[in-house]
T-cell receptor, first 115, second 111 residues
Framework: KAGVTQTPRYLIKTRGQQVTLSCSPI?????VSWYQQTPGQGLQFLFE???????NKGNFPGRFSGRQFSNSRSEMNVSTLELGDSALYLC??????????????FGEGSRLTVL | GEDVEQSLFLSVREGDSSVINCTYT??????LYWYKQEPGAGLQLLTY?????DMKQDQRLTVLLNKKDKHLSLRIADTQTGDSAIYFC???????????FGAGTRLFVKA
């Protein structure tokens, strides 16, 4: 069973640009969550999608957006990049409903550097 | 509000026990977790405990939960150099459809 796949793994952008990150969840998982990881801040919740609907959103500015497609794949977009957006962006999938332990399955992340 | 707190660093000698502590605020959490992150990788679930349990043991891992104090701990017996990683405490906010993570404890194991 393939794991969670995130692309690209590494990217470098300059301030003011925008970026789109992609996440393919484990087959059968309908929930996709996105997190931003920075040193000292840990994992900050960005948003969660289930069946193409955003069910929750973290405390991030409107420059951060996301969406989910009918095949459960998800993308997140950051516009007008700032230096502080440099981070590891992690995607995680889970079944999203029914009896389960809530275990999240993480991808390896997309490391964004903003210059 | 929701918050999960844990110390940032822990250093132990190989063969000793490691104890990582965590406090959380959401008393309605049904599951509490410990995730492990190795360098250059995403997080992987290490173990979890249901909120109606006090203790869970899984080979070298022991999880203790004190619901009254909202305190969770992870004990790793006979710590090995391969245990060096970042350990995240987390709680599941089922109503909010999100898992809340602490900042992570970086475990250093000295040979």
């Amino acid at each position: 069973k393939a794991g969670v796949t995130q692309t690209p793994r590494y990217l470098i952008k300059t301030r003011g640009q925008q970026v789109t990150l992609s996440c393919s969840p484990i087959s059968g998982h309908r929930s996709v969550s996105w997190y931003q990881q920075t040193p000292g801040q840990g994992l900050q919740f960005l948003f969660e999608y289930f069946s193409e609907t955003q069910r929750n959103k973290g405390n991030f500015p409107g420059r951060f957006s996301g969406r989910q497609f009918s095949n459960s794949r998800s993308e997140m977009n950051v516009s007008t990049l700032e230096l502080g957006d440099s981070a590891l962006y992690l995607c995680a999938s889970t079944k999203g409903q029914g009896a389960n332990t809530g275990e999240l399955f993480f991808g390896e992340g997309s490391r964004l550097t903003v210059l | 509000g929701e918050d999960v707190e844990q110390s940032l660093f822990l250093s132990v000698r190989e063969g000793d026990s490691s104890v990582i502590n965590c406090t959380y605020t959401d008393s309605s959490s049904t599951y509490l977790y410990w995730y492990k992150q190795e360098p250059g990788a995403g997080l992987q679930l290490l173990t979890y405990i249901f909120s109606n349990m006090d203790m869970k043991q899984d080979q070298r891992l022991t999880v203790l939960l004190n619901k009254k104090d909202k305190h969770l701990s992870l004990r790793i017996a006979d710590t090995q150099t391969g245990d060096s990683a970042i350990y995240f405490c987390a709680e599941w906010d089922t109503g909010g459809f999100k898992t809340i993570f602490g900042a992570g404890t970086r475990l250093f194991v000295k040979a």
